[in-house]
């Protein structure tokens, strides 16, 4: 019903930049969250930002300053801008949205599969 891709992933040097975005679709009738979560080999998935359909956004403490969330919400996509890029944002990232579907009711939330970051030194 619903899909999100990503996209924008690959490999950079130490204080390089990324963008990254994720397009949801499908029998959406709303998304409130959207959000990029990552997680590094032998470590548990952690949040990364998160923005809201108003635009309100968080940040983990250890991206603060340095990565952008952002979105468009005519298009269902959010980017992450990933700025001055050190060898431990290297992970994979995800991205979730949390939506309303046609004719359903509830919420849901629906991830991406993942693209690859990868900084070296």
């Known amino acids: 019903q619903v899909q999100l891709v990503e996209s924008g992933g690959g490999l950079v040097q130490a204080g390089g930049s990324l963008r990254l975005s994720c397009a949801a679709s499908g029998s959406i009738l709303s998304i409130n969250v959207m959000g990029w979560y990552r997680q590094a080999p032998g470590e548990q998935r952690e949040l990364v930002a998160g923005?809201?359909?108003?635009?309100?956004?968080n940040y983990a403490d250890s991206v603060k300053g340095r990565f952008t969330i952002s979105r468009d919400n005519a298009k269902n996509t959010v980017y992450l801008q990933m700025n001055s890029l050190t060898p431990e944002d290297t992970a994979v990232y995800y991205c979730?949205?949390?939506?309303?579907?046609?004719?359903?009711?509830?919420?849901?939330?629906?991830w991406g599969q993942g693209t690859q970051v990868t900084v070296s030194s």
């Open positions: 979730n949205a949390d939506l309303t579907l046609r004719g359903v009711l509830g919420k849901y939330r629906y």
């Open positions: 923005i809201t359909s108003g635009g309100s956004t």
